[in-house]
């Protein structure tokens, strides 16, 4: 594999890569245990080792708890229960929005593999990519590979994830869009001749006349 352009050392940044997992996590589990889906506090994920090697790994699919439950994801619980309260539904993670944690942090683009982000003192990021025989931006060890195995794969541009709250751009019309407070979507759509800008969440009139839809 090939080093990252250092683009970080040219802002006199020490580039090093970050491992933002939003996924379910089976590290230290046993077979048949149940661990929260971090996006969505209303599902969870069975734990199994498919090959008998003690490598736990989470079910393809989460599950959903019967209407009115949660997740209950304390230790001792790990089970669905009665929703009660309204701090049921908290630490919630979104698989594509990725958040640097310091300078220098070289994060994954979730949308292409061949380009990467590096995060800056104001908390503002600079993109870049991979090019030539090392297209690939391998998000687990902060190097451009060969390999198209280690792109980062946990974000699904066409599912809307709800993990803080605020607007969430509808990713099948692109002129309408939820009110987040998880896990509660609120649908809404813009005034006519108007669409969503996701970048800056809110509606605006569109000089085209025309969006694109995400999915």
């Known amino acids: 594999m090939q080093l990252l352009p250092v683009v970080a050392a040219l802002l006199l940044l ?3 890569s970050t491992v ?3 996924a379910p996590d089976c590290t230290a589990m046993s077979e048949g ?3 929260r889906d971090p ?3 209303l599902r969870y994920y069975y734990c199994s080792d498919p090959e008998g090697n003690g490598d736990m790994v989470p079910s393809s699919d989460p599950i959903s708890c019967p209407t009115g439950l949660y997740f209950n994801a304390a230790e001792s619980v790990r089970e669905c229960e009665v929703i009660s309260g309204t701090q049921y539904c908290t630490d919630l ?3 594509c929005a990725l958040v640097c944690e310091a300078p220098g942090t070289l994060l994954a683009n979730p949308l292409d593999c061949s380009q990467y982000k590096v995060c800056l003192e104001d908390g503002s990021t600079i993109d870049t990519g991979c090019s030539g025989n090392f297209p690939f931006f391998d998000y687990q060890t902060g190097f451009c590979s060969k390999d198209p195995s280690v792109c980062y794969d946990l974000c699904d541009p066409c599912e809307v994830y709800c993990a803080t709250e605020g607007k969430v ?3 099948r019309d692109c002129r309408s869009y939820y009110y987040c407070d998880p896990p509660v979507l609120a649908p809404f ?10 970048d800056h969440l809110f509606c605006e009139v569109s000089a085209s006349g025309n969006c694109t839809n995400t999915c």
């Open 93 to 95: 993670c979104s698989p």
């Open 169 to 171: 751009p509808d990713p």
């Open 33 to 35: 245990d149940k661990v």
């Open 189 to 198: 759509t813009c005034p006519e001749n108007e669409v969503f800008n996701p």
């Open 14 to 16: 020490e580039a090093r």
């Open 20 to 22: 933002q997992l939003c």
């Open 39 to 41: 996006t969505n506090c």
